[in-house]
């Protein structure tokens, strides 16, 4: 959601200084307006890491989700879209609900509803989409070889209690900071019809308050309880790929032993 204008408090945005002391990328390049998508974001990512290489530059790609990170990182083809089919899965979402498209999708693909939880509408309709148009979800998921041969993944543990503490530090700090303030903003700009934008962590929630849909303290809590939940789905995936190095995000030595660990890789 970086790559969204405007979308600076509730995404934790870098700020000005750490951006001119640091080169950052994909970072304020799409309208709000503007539907992102796995495909854009792999292509403009892969774009920045070329012309770093070409540079002889190291690039960091840092954070996200595990689908954004592997589309990125690895082997991955990005199967084809029909707008009239993803609307007709997503009316089905709408009325049926994601454990019944769940369902559809292991009976025409096990092998990709065993990869997506249930609760994932959206990888859902995606996955019945591709099915549709396809034939198979599960052929295009990533292999696990690296794009870039010699890259390097590095991920940070920190305890379940440590974890939800800070997401709940960060919520708070977001609403000091004036997120509903710049929800509403962007809401004048269009943020109910970016299809992408919208859906974020946290703006969609305070969109629900503005709406009148629930009040702000439970918009606040039930940006701390998604969060938590999407936070712990990401680990889950990468907790299953083999190549991550993982160290202790509280080590007085983390920068010392991240750096030896790469030199042994």
Same mark, same amino acid.
């Given at each position: ?175 000091? /900071? #004036?997120?509903? $303030? !710049?929800? @509403? ?6 943020? %109910?019809?970016? &299809?992408? *934008? ?12 503005? /709406? #009148?849909?629930? $009040? !702000?303290? @439970? ?6 309880? %998604?969060?938590? &939940?999407? *936070? ?30 790469? &030199?042994?890789?």
């Amino acid at each position: 959601m970086l790559v969204y204008r405007g979308m600076d408090i509730g995404t934790a945005k870098p700020g000005p200084d750490e951006l001119a002391r640091v080169p950052h990328h994909l970072v304020d390049v799409l309208d709000i307006t503007t539907t992102s998508s796995v495909a854009l974001v792999q292509t403009m990512a892969r774009h920045a890491i070329e012309d770093c290489r070409e540079r002889d530059v190291l690039p960091l790609v840092v954070g996200g989700s595990a689908l954004y990170s592997r589309a990125v990182l690895d082997e991955l083809d990005i199967p084809p879209t029909d707008p009239a089919v993803r609307a007709r899965l997503e009316a089905d979402l709408e009325e049926l609900g994601s454990r019944a498209l769940h369902d559809r999708l292991a009976e025409r693909d096990p092998r990709a509803a065993a990869s997506i939880l249930p609760g994932n509408g959206r990888r859902i309709v995606r996955a019945l989409e591709v099915v549709e148009l396809t034939g198979s979800f599960s052929a295009t998921m990533p292999q696990g070889r690296f794009h870039i041969p010699g890259t390097v993944e590095i991920g940070l543990n920190l305890s379940r209690d440590d974890l939800d503490r800070r997401i709940a530090e960060r919520v708070d700090r977001m609403w000091r /900071d #004036g997120l509903v $303030d !710049e929800v @509403r903003r962007l809401a004048g700009r269009g943020l %109910r019809q970016g &299809r992408t *934008a919208s859906r974020a962590l946290g703006y969609r929630q305070v969109l629900q308050y503005l /709406d #009148g849909m629930i $009040d !702000e303290d @439970r918009a606040r809590l039930d940006t701390v309880v %998604r969060t938590r &939940r999407f *936070a712990r789905k990401q680990l889950m995936w990468y907790r299953r790929d083999p190549r991550i190095r993982w160290f202790d995000a509280l080590s007085p030595r983390l920068v010392e032993q991240v750096a030896e660990g790469m &030199r042994l890789t």
